[in-house]
């Protein structure tokens, strides 16, 4: 059986990549020799056999790592990302690396340096980023379950535009050991699935501390799965009206207002909350992950793994000219905004400042959770755009974001849930943000909205 | 605080990063936007705020991530450098600095 399973998810791999590019390695060979372990040895484990896709900045050994990037290129790491070991050692078959925006840096997967994504549902629309490819993956039924990395909305935004469920756990929940960094204040890993039970599966084997990243909790894990028993009565879910003005889709409005209502006759109250900081998002989340960026990004310099650039007999231009040839211009532009923010002068009225902000956006999350279980807001302003729409201009492409950075900023996890589509049938989703530690309680919610308003449409690029 | 394409140019030789004349110029124009866009913040009195560090949670902050100095497995050289764009004799090689 899970040979079969495994030859179907990398078949349909192959197959769909030349429409999707959601690939960037497909690993036949291994993926069904561990398959026929798996039969051979009557492998009873949470994972068995199950085919996983992983995005391409998640270290695992004996694959490609390139981050979407021409400077990591074909760049094999020596070693696991914890998440890796622990999802193989619960039996799962990794069978590839997926694309994604160059160091996760994106939201519609169009900086990957190997060409965009492509959104199954309507393949001249973008996928949403920065982990397209794993959104792509799920929402085509080539895998059941893919990792992505969130640092701003990078799961859970291309999950709701691909029609899938996207998780960002708490900061700290799981570890980034193997996770190339991009902000490691905000870097959390997420999960892609179709199925709430198996988002909770795999959370339940990948969470927990790791001696390799001192950020991550010593909190206990709890049994995801047995949370999901579909009484919501009594569940206060906050309703931040202000957050469904100006800028939002009337459509995607329309449709998470009717998930609301859904939710009161499934016996939750509602209760109107108030996140006055929330419009200041964006502008904290480009100084902050910037700064972090411009720093993490200072280790590619053609020294001890990756690209060189050819020709350059002193060292410093050697540095200066690997970075310009190898980073693309969105990483180009994250880093010399960063720099530029953390620079001599600038410090206090840009990064301290930024960290000033986020202390009241943090605070304003930690009020509303006084009077409620979990918050609900749209995932993204609009479905899914259409690829080239928003290239040239920065500005409009970070805007994406604005429902999904807030959660980062303040440590805190978000589920997106596909909630219907658009009359252009595209996907639209809907986010949960709940306290710390609150992964049961998004999962109950989802999970006893999909039972009664299941999302069954399947994308016409499908396996 | 206006940039103005000056100091692109300075930043750009900050990171590393040996940028061409277009490239200063595109990035010097869309960067000013953006650190406009981000002046917004200074609406805010923030004055007796404490600025967050990180993304930690109470919890996180206080887990103990010490541990007992012992001797374990590394890489080892070989490995460390398979992937090294120009290794030489167990080294890292680079063009010359001086």
Redesign the interface.
Known sequence: MSRQTVEFAVTAAERLNESLNAFLQIDREGAVKRAEETEKNRDQRVLAGVPVAVKDNICVRGMQASCGSHILGD??P??NATVIERLVNAGAVIIGKTNCDEFAMGSSNENSAFGPVRNPWETTRVPGGSSGGSAAAVAAGIVPVALGSDTGGSVRQPAALCGVLGLKP???RNSRYGLVAFA???DQIGIFAREVKDVARVLGVIAG?D?RD??????PVPDYAATLDGNLKGVRIGFPASLFGKGLDEEVGRAVKDVVDVYRELGAEIVEVELP?AG?A???Y??IATAEA?SNL?RF????????AEE??????????T??EG?G?EV??R???G??VL?AG?YD??Y?????????I?NDFLNAFKNCDAIITPTTPTPAFALGEKVDD??AM?LNDIYTVTA????IPGLSVPCGLSSERLPIGFQLLGP??SEPTLLKLSHGFLKVQPFTERPPVSA | MPINEIDIAKVAQLAHLELGEAELKTFGSQITEIVNYVEQLNELDTANVEPAIGGLTPEGGKTDSSRADEIAGSLGQKEALAEAPDPASGHFRVPKVL
């Open positions: 760049y094999h020596p070693y708490t900061y700290g490691s204040s905000l501390p001696p001192s950020t991550t909790a010593d909190v900081n200041y964006i502008a904290v480009y100084i411009s200072a310099d053609g020294v001890r793994y990756g690209f060189r350059t007999p002193e060292l410093r231009q050697m540095y200066r000219k970075r310009e980073f211009p180009k532009r880093i010399m905004l720099t530029y620079s600038y009225a840009y301290r400042k930024a960290q000033q902000v986020r202390t009241l943090k920065p500005l970070y980062n900023l303040a440590g710390y530690w």
